[in-house]
């Protein structure tokens, strides 16, 4: 059976369920969530314009987020969006949220 080696964590997956995934618009490794596809800027211009296009509803529009981001491993704040927060270090929307902090 053939496989796929990630480059950026050397994770190995088999090729047709690295296809699969990948095809399903996945772009996390899915053993440690690096981002698994070695040019991500498509994908980084696709979030970013939903999340330019998709104003926030006046309640949260001053929210802060604390993001946990899984390429650069950084723990940064930025500004909160439902859909996607960007990390300030690296730029990779591949982030998770970790905290929100509320307008005061």
Request: glycine share 0%.
């Amino acid at each position: 059976r053939s496989i796929y080696i990630i480059k950026k964590c050397s994770h190995v997956l088999h090729l047709d369920c690295a296809v699969d995934y990948l095809n399903s618009n996945k772009y996390q490794c899915p053993i440690c969530k690096i981002t698994m596809i070695e040019e991500p800027a498509q994908i980084w211009e696709s979030i970013k314009y939903m999340v330019e296009t998709q104003p926030m509803p006046d309640k949260y529009k001053n929210y802060k987020c604390v993001i946990h981001c899984n390429d650069c491993q950084k723990d940064t704040t930025t500004d909160y969006h439902f859909l996607a927060m960007q990390c300030n270090e690296c730029e990779s929307w591949n982030t998770s949220q970790e905290e929100i902090i509320p307008d005061d």
